[in-house]
């Protein structure tokens, strides 16, 4: 909308006359300047008084410190002031989490994608055969790709993600653990071992032929290791409990024939 | 920004000392804002001082003690010191490592949301940014992850290039808006976004890209909550434009434009507050988003709001999306009509147009600037419409007010309302080049309500905009009263005095509007048939 007079009602002489139109202003124009600066201006001044509000309410914070209710889960040690506190923390808590590997994740969309990327043989297999299957952690994007660096160089040039993203992490294991596996690594799959050292932290199954191939992919899936990472410590449960660790797994490697199924 | 529970009106009567001259300071500054923009870009972003787990911060006490600025070195060097401690808690593994890690990240989120100027510039020098990343990693505790989100959430409310420090976390603070994360977590990541989505059109585009908003979208779901309010907020930053693609995803989520009707119908005055701000937005970017959103009889929920609040927070934002839909859709226009003469339509009540004009008055009434000036704006735009808004308008109580502003008020104020009595004196012109016709009644009793002198004001002023709009009404006046009084009466206002004053001004247009009313009406023949 223009403003409020226009030229094409210019007469004989030459006169803008006045012609009633309405006008119409885009959000970051000058003209809502001064109704925006009251927005902000008022909106600090709660943050620097609330600070003063406070003093009142810690009557209020001394009396509830003492009635907190302990996480029944066995193996958490959460202690919630309030049964709303409560529930959001069983929600985050124990809802979300990795039966297998205790991960725990915001959405359940990241934790499926989890699931398949990381424990799901029937995964891998399609990616052995050439699928496109780690799709985009970008909730409405679609697109997906066939191994995990792709999806991540996808990431990083549409979605503006670090370069330093990591959406899995290896677990970071202890020295003991470390040389254990080394040992046992060496004879079975010295053409894997070469490939993890140049991606540490990446997870990548890139043989796609035959099932030979397949299986010893399947076995450097080092997800669930019973060692915690640093940034998980303490949340996972029941470690040891709930399922079989890998390492002992391993002890049995391709002697067996049967296709290794999902593990628990 | 407030916590749970606290009402906007609690401010009143608690002012510490140093908060009123901290306000008053700011106050001052906000007369120069249109110049300084960095400044307002600062503004769009919040402050938290105290967490969204509000109240449960043993240590609120040692908080409040820290009302006045610190020395500045020192608390740059504990910042530093505390960094520290934070990278070597990260890196340890082991028993105690999580307690260690939360104790390190909640003295260095002490250090950052204490003082008036908190040292960000130190904490991102010393490297905090990387190890703060780490602290949001799956599968963390709660409490790392919400004084990770608040240390991030401060940094980002500082300059423009401390925000961009965060850069590397946005991923992670999008992910811990989904579903299954605790709320104090997700809220405290939403002021985060929020304050990083206030910088600037750049940042906008990366939350964007990175799917920020369907997650914050779903946070405004539920009814009531600190954290519906903080998302809201967020929500309005990441949509402000001034591209509309933002905008444009908002009303694609399923359920959005219920939500935003059932909270501006229903919802305490805070969060009403932002969901009207994403209004404004939406009004103003989205047709698509506009013409849903009268379907869903907004307007009418938007003038109950303007009936019943006093705030002017939440003002502000109501009267401006008003403004928006009449600006921008004719079929705004026809409800505020319709209203009143359809009695057929239920869904419309039948006082919304005597209500529209009531509210508008209100606002015209209010000490508040801002208030003032856009409900001119909106009533110049009624104004605009068809002949029965102009008699809607001029037999309103808003009458008075406007004469009474036009003399008394301050030039930007004057201008608008400029625009209101102008457009009830001429019917809209279809096109072609109809000089536009003028409604004598109109005129007539606007002119007797004494407006001319504010006319003629205007175009004394440097403002070559004012100036036009004074000419153009003098005009009006000239070719519309009745038996030739046009003349006499801008004579006895100085008129001719006023408009003589552009025979050799500088911009060519005013000089010919000028020049050509004083020919036509004040020539050789003036005065002759006295």
């Known amino acids: 909308m223009a403003m409020g007079m226009a030229v094409d009602t210019v007469g004989e002489l030459g006169f803008p006359y006045w012609n009633p139109l309405r006008r119409r202003f885009p959000p970051d124009s000058p003209f809502f300047a001064s109704g925006n600066v009251e927005r902000e201006l008022l909106a600090k001044q709660v943050a620097l008084d609330f600070t003063e509000d406070e003093i009142n309410n810690l009557q209020i914070i001394v009396e509830t410190e003492s009635r907190r209710i302990s996480c029944p889960i066995v193996g958490c040690p959460e202690r919630l002031k ?3 506190n409560f529930e959001d ?25 989890h699931i398949s990327e990381a424990h799901d043989s029937f995964f891998q ?140 | ?37 960095r ?55 082991g028993k105690g490592a999580m307690q260690k890690r939360v104790t390190a990240l909640r003295e260095l989120r002490r250090l950052l949301s204490k003082s008036e100027f908190p040292p960000i510039d130190a904490a991102l020098t010393a490297g905090a940014i990387p190890l703060l990343v780490q602290c949001l990693s799956f599968g963390s505790p709660d409490e790392q992850l919400l004084e990770s989100a608040w240390c991030l959430t401060n940094i980002a409310a500082g300059k423009p290039e401390e925000t961009k420090a965060l850069l590397p976390a946005l991923p992670l603070l999008v992910a811990h808006l989904g579903e299954k994360s605790s709320a104090p977590v997700a809220e405290q990541c939403a002021w985060a976004i929020g304050n990083v989505a206030g910088e600037g059109e750049e940042l906008r585009n990366v939350l964007l890209s990175q799917g920020a908003l369907p997650p914050l979208a779903r946070m405004i779901f539920p009814d009531k909550g600190s954290t519906v309010r903080t998302a809201a907020w967020a929500l309005s930053n990441l949509i402000k434009g001034p591209e509309s693609k933002a905008a444009a995803q908002l009303v694609r989520v399923d359920g959005i434009v219920d939500a935003i009707l059932r909270h501006l119908k229903k919802t305490d005055e805070e969060i009403a507050t932002e969901i009207a701000w994403i209004v404004v937005y939406l009004s103003a970017l989205s047709d698509i988003a506009t013409s849903m959103l009268l379907k869903g009889g907004i307007l009418q929920l938007l003038v109950e709001r303007l009936a019943t609040s006093n705030s002017l927070q939440l003002l502000i934002p109501v009267l401006r ?34 209500n529209v004009t009531n509210v508008l008055a209100k606002c015209l009434r209010s000490e508040h600037r801002v208030l003032k000036k856009e409900a001119a704006w909106v ?19 808003a009458m008075p007010l406007l004469l009474r502003l036009l003399s008394t008020s301050p030039f930007d104020i004057k201008k608008e309302v400029a625009y209101v009595l102008g457009n009830l004196c001429v019917e809209s012109a279809e096109g072609g080049d109809a000089r536009p016709r003028i409604i004598q009644e109109h005129l007539v009793s606007i002119v007797s309500g004494g407006c001319l002198r504010g006319f003629i004001d205007l175009v004394r002023s440097p403002d070559i905009e004012a100036a036009r709009l004074g000419l153009q009404f003098i005009e009006l006046v000239l070719r519309g009263m009745p ?17 003589e004053r552009f025979q050799f001004h500088e911009n060519e247009e005013l000089r010919v509007m000028a020049n050509s009313l004083v020919d036509k009406y004040f020539g050789e023949d003036y005065g002759i048939n006295e």
């Open chain 1, 89 to 113: 923390h069983y929600k985050a808590r124990h809802t979300a989490s990795c039966s297998v590997c205790s991960r725990v994740y915001p959405t359940s969309r990241l934790l499926s994608i």
């Open chain 2, 379 to 397: 009533l110049s735009n009624i104004a605009a419409g068809s002949i029965e808004h102009k008699r809607m308008i001029h037999s309103s109580e």
């Open chain 2, 39 to 93: 400044e307002s870009l600062v503004r769009a972003k919040r402050l938290c001082r105290v967490g969204t787990n509000g109240g449960d911060d043993e240590d609120a006490r040692v908080e409040n003690e820290m009302m006045i600025d610190e020395e500045q070195p020192v608390l740059e060097s504990q910042t530093v010191k505390a960094v520290e401690e934070l990278k070597s808690a990260v890196q340890s593994q």
């Open chain 2, 1 to 37: 920004m407030a916590d749970v529970g606290s009402a906007s009106n609690r401010r009143d009567p608690i002012k510490s000392s140093v908060g009123n001259v901290a306000g008053q300071r700011r106050r001052q500054q906000a007369v120069t804002v249109a110049k300084e923009r």
């Open chain 1, 82 to 84: 309030s049964l709303d």
């Open chain 2, 321 to 354: 999306s008003l403004g928006n839909f009449v600006s921008v859709d004719p079929k705004a226009m026809l409800t505020i009509l319709v209203g009143g003469q359809n009695t057929e339509d239920t869904d419309i009540p039948d006082q919304i147009s005597e």
């Open chain 2, 483 to 499: 038996n030739g009084e046009g003349s006499k009466l801008v004579e006895g206002e100085d008129g001719i005095d006023a408009m």
């Open chain 1, 125 to 264: 297999a399609k990616v052995a055969r050439g699928y496109d299957m780690y799709e985009c952690l970008v909730e409405g994007c679609g697109l997906k790709f066939k191994n995990y660096k792709a999806r991540h160089r996808h990431l990083v040039d549409k979605h503006k993600f670090p370069t330093t993203f990591e959406f899995f992490k290896r677990t970071q294991l202890s020295k003991k653990r470390r040389e254990k596996l080394q040992k046992q690594r060496v004879p079975k799959l010295k053409h894997e071992e070469d490939k993890e050292e140049a991606s540490s932290d990446a997870m990548e199954v890139e043989d796609k032929a035959s099932l030979d191939g397949l299986v010893s992919a399947l076995s450097t899936l080092t997800t669930s290791d019973t060692t915690p990472s640093n940034v998980s410590f303490g949340r996972r449960h029941g470690r040891g409990l709930t399922f079989v660790p890998r390492s002992v797994h391993r002890e049995k490697p391709t002697n067996s024939s049967s296709t290794p199924g999902p593990k628990t």
